[in-house]
């Protein structure tokens, strides 16, 4: 089974999913909005990837501030997972902290040397492999732990 990576925006959803052995995140697509209240478009895409890719989890970005506090993009991504949980009932739903994942796909993008038009074109994407490389990368670590222990 595979895990789903999104990025929330006001007018987009960044995508990305793992390989099958939950090591790596890639990028799929970015989800195009009409507006940051239009939901059943986005969520009628993401059902169709949670077919084509055997997803059983969702790790969703949760935009915190940088001092750890919670503002109205936390609000909004809560609503959202709200909206995930009534349509996706048996797929576990996770937030995820996402502080610096936009500007670390800004950076990979400047250093791979894209233009800012084309680097607007796959931010969201490339944020979404940021949030799910890093849950990803946890789990990892936790399973390592766990390991360790024994």
């Not at 089974?1 to 995508?15: F, Y």
């Not at 048996?90 to 902290?97: A, F, G, S, V």
């Amino acid at each position: 089974m595979r895990i789903l990576g999104l990025d929330l925006g006001d007018r987009t959803v960044g995508v990305a999913v793992s390989d099958g052995l939950g090591l790596t995140a890639q990028g799929v697509e970015i989800i195009r909005r009409n507006n940051p209240s239009e939901h059943k478009q986005s969520l009628g895409r993401i059902a169709e990837l949670i077919e084509e890719y055997g997803v059983d989890t969702i790790v969703l970005g949760y935009p915190k501030n940088l001092d750890n506090t919670e503002g109205e993009r936390c609000e909004k991504t809560r609503i959202y997972k709200e909206y995930m949980e009534r349509r996706f009932q048996k797929i576990p739903i996770i937030l995820w902290d996402e502080r610096f994942s936009t500007v670390a796909a800004n950076n990979r993008l400047m250093d791979a040397g894209l233009s800012h038009e084309k680097r607007k074109d796959v931010i969201d994407k490339m944020a979404a492999v940021f949030i799910l490389q890093g849950y990803l990368d946890s789990l990892r670590i936790k399973n390592e732990k766990e390991k360790d222990e024994i």
